[in-house]
């Protein structure tokens, strides 16, 4: 599956944004998918994941109860509503598939497809 993440942008702190990743190919009803983001010098952290059929999402911490993750599998879609953004969320942020990762899986190379990432910039 090719993904291809948009929507990024500049907030203020207490903002909101929403991404999308956009899917082509005949697998993403299969692919489980999630969102990471990474800064410069640092690993790529798990944000978000979401089950085949959208009925399960995953969340790191640090996102829990200000992000959500969503799929319109009609659409190849995935989206992530960002609300409550703080600065610390700023980072390139990047969509994942797999048909085969263990739903919610917090490690990137479990995932082997991804987008080309998209920034987000959340000022203070």
């Known amino acids: 599956v090719q993904l291809q993440a948009f929507g990024g942008g500049l907030v203020r702190a207490g903002g909101s944004l929403r991404l999308s990743c956009a899917a082509s190919?005949?697998?993403?009803?299969?692919?489980?998918m999630a969102w990471f983001r990474q800064t410069p010098g640092k690993e790529r952290e798990f944000v978000a994941g979401?089950?085949?059929?959208?009925?399960?999402?995953y969340y790191a911490n640090s996102v829990k109860g200000r992000f959500t993750a969503s799929r319109d599998n009609a659409r190849n879609t995935v989206y992530l509503q960002m609300n409550s953004l703080k600065p610390e969320d700023t980072a390139v942020y990047y969509c994942?598939?797999?048909?085969?990762?263990?739903?919610?899986?917090?490690?990137?190379?479990?995932?082997?497809?991804w987008g080309q990432g998209t920034l987000v910039t959340v000022s203070s």
């Open positions: 979401i089950s085949r059929s959208g009925g399960s999402t």
């Open positions: 190919g005949r697998t993403f009803s299969s692919s489980l």
């Open positions: 994942a598939a797999s048909r085969t990762v263990v739903a919610g899986s917090t490690i990137p190379a479990t995932y082997d497809g």
